[in-house]
């Protein structure tokens, strides 16, 4: 009432958690521009709504459970947006942004939870969610995202097993081999340590990304990776790997959210 009365965006969340007939008072409100108000000797039974008066939905797909069937009638005043799930790389901006952990630790967890959700077909579940939780508690924790780190592997398992709905022990398995796959074919993580590999410092014989990112950041001294990609003109995925391979060389660190070359 007080959206429609002030001229303010209502923000319905979830509508379809609600029944059919509870949204019928949105009817006219978003056709005639009139809210039927319950009947008072305070107040009139009807309320003008305000020219400037905006409604925004949300829902999940009808297949969730607990959700119902939207009735036609209000489908025929909204205009409906899917909203898919978010590609790799915005997933990994999304979680290291939230979370404050590296990129590459990030993308690992993106590619970890979206092979065991293929392996269980359970593609229909949010994997940005499970990533966010696995992610914050290796945050807050301390915990490398490693595939050989045992408190790592709980977290995915207290995470991921109750996400299918296969047997706990098939889950488990399934869980175990990604997993486990990922130690010899995980991304490569850099280590930061004293003294870098003085054979790999020289740019030479880097490829072309990775040489104009090296030379990039001899005269930036510090970029991040948006500033990278965006000022070289370089496609995100090819960013990607030549920063992923400068790190595993030792010929760069990550500061926060910043990338700078070895002293």
């Known amino acids: 009432t007080m959206a429609c009365r002030e001229g303010f965006t209502l923000v319905y969340d979830e509508f379809n958690r609600s029944r059919p007939e509870v949204n019928n008072v949105l009817l006219s409100a978003l056709e005639e521009k009139i809210l039927t108000l319950p009947p008072?000797?305070?107040?009139?039974?009807?309320?003008?709504?305000?020219?400037?008066?905006?409604?925004?939905?949300?829902?999940?797909?009808?297949e969730y459970c607990g959700v119902h069937a939207t009735q036609d009638a209000l489908m025929d005043r909204l205009v409906t947006i899917n909203m898919p799930e978010p590609d790799e790389l915005t997933q990994t901006e999304i979680i290291a942004q939230k979370t404050g952990?590296?990129?590459?630790?990030?993308?690992?967890?993106?590619?970890?939870?979206?092979?065991?959700?293929?392996?269980?077909?359970?593609?229909?579940?949010?994997?940005?969610?499970s990533c966010l939780m696995i992610a914050k508690v290796c945050a807050e924790h301390d915990i490398v995202a490693t595939p050989d780190h045992a408190d790592f592997r709980d977290i995915c398992a207290d995470v991921l097993l109750s996400?299918?709905?296969?047997?706990?022990?098939?889950?488990?398995?399934?869980?175990?081999?990604?997993?486990?796959?990922?130690l010899t074919e995980s991304l490569p993580f850099a280590e930061e340590t004293d003294s870098p590999d003085v054979s790999a410092l020289s740019p030479d014989p880097l490829k072309e990304h990775e040489q104009k990112i090296y030379h990039y950041l001899e005269q930036t001294h510090k970029a991040s990776f948006h500033e990278i990609y965006k000022t070289l003109n370089i496609k995100q995925d090819q960013a990607e790997k030549a920063i992923h391979s400068l790190l595993q060389k030792n010929l760069l660190k990550q500061q926060d959210q910043f990338y700078i070359l070895f002293e």
Not at 41 to 62: D, G, K, M, W
Not at 105 to 120: E, G, P, Q, W, Y
Not at 166 to 176: D, G, N, V, Y
């Open 40 to 62: 008072s000797s305070n107040q009139p039974e009807y309320l003008q709504v305000h020219s400037q008066f905006r409604a925004i939905f949300t829902s999940n797909p009808e």
């Open 101 to 129: 952990i590296r990129r590459e630790d990030a993308l690992f967890i993106v590619n970890l939870v979206k092979t065991f959700r293929l392996r269980t077909a359970a593609e229909k579940t949010s994997g940005l969610r």
């Open 163 to 182: 996400r299918t709905n296969l047997s706990i022990e098939k889950s488990t398995t399934l869980l175990w081999e990604v997993l486990n796959d990922n």
